[in-house]
């Protein structure tokens, strides 16, 4: 069946530091990947989209890749702040345009002053 | 500039209660989608709608209808309400690159 996982365990860092969030998937051959973040008691906001063929995307502090032979990706957040702490999850898309998103379990991250 | 509005925010339901979720968006979005979230287990997709009059079936359907007779609109029913659905409900309203979801509805049954 297919299966999205992230890392369930809270990741800590300090401030300032680069954190590394994991989502790795089977049985799935999706179009693109996305990843969103979620506060507490809100609704998870979209944060980055990369597609099948990209490797790579980046926009300010973040940068997601994409191995679709790993059949992983990456979720970098460089110069973290506590600010960026929250739940960060991960999505997958098929091909077959239903608007049809399935989700990670999610990570949290916890950055320390 | 609304987006996605979810209604109620809270709801507590004795077993065998019906109600229904509330879903409207105002994208002009073919795809609006349910799911759940419950602790550790991420978001559960309950059902979908690719537009008007169409809707599909996700993981975790069993106790819940949904219709779209509008494009702005998706609502959510539970037939008779068991404990095992107390849950927090989001409502999503997709383009083609992301989705956008409503406050949350914290449902709890007793």
């Known amino acids: 069946s297919q299966k999205i996982e992230q890392n369930s365990e809270a990741l800590n860092i300090q401030e300032g530091k680069t954190a590394t969030l994991t989502c790795n998937y089977t049985?799935?051959?999706?179009?693109?990947l996305q990843w969103y973040r979620q506060d507490p008691g809100r609704g998870p906001v979209f944060l980055l989209l990369?597609?099948?063929?990209?490797k790579e995307k980046r926009k300010e502090r973040l940068k997601v890749t994409f191995d679709t032979t790993l059949k992983q990706s990456l979720f970098h957040i460089t110069a973290s702040q506590p600010a960026d702490s929250a739940t960060y999850l991960c999505a997958l898309y098929g091909s077959s345009n239903t608007g049809k998103l399935i989700f990670g379990q999610g990570t949290t991250l916890q950055v320390k002053p | 500039n609304a987006g996605v509005t979810q209604t109620p925010k809270f709801q507590v339901l004795k077993t065998g209660q019906s109600m229904t979720l509330q879903c409207a968006q105002d994208?002009?979005?073919?795809?609006m989608s349910w799911y759940r979230q419950d602790p550790g287990m991420g978001l559960r997709l309950i059902h979908y709608s690719v537009g008007a009059g169409i809707t599909d079936q996700g993981e975790v359907p069993n106790g819940y209808n949904v219709s779209r007779s509008t494009t702005e609109d998706f609502p959510l029913r539970l037939l008779s309400a068991a404990p095992s659905q107390t849950s927090v409900y989001f409502c999503?309203?997709?383009?083609?690159?992301?989705?956008?979801f409503g406050q949350g509805t914290r449902l709890t049954v007793v």
């Open positions: 049985n799935y051959s999706p179009a693109y």
């Open positions: 994208m002009n979005h073919e795809y």
């Open positions: 999503a309203s997709t383009s083609r690159t992301e989705a956008f």
């Open positions: 990369i597609r099948e063929n990209e």
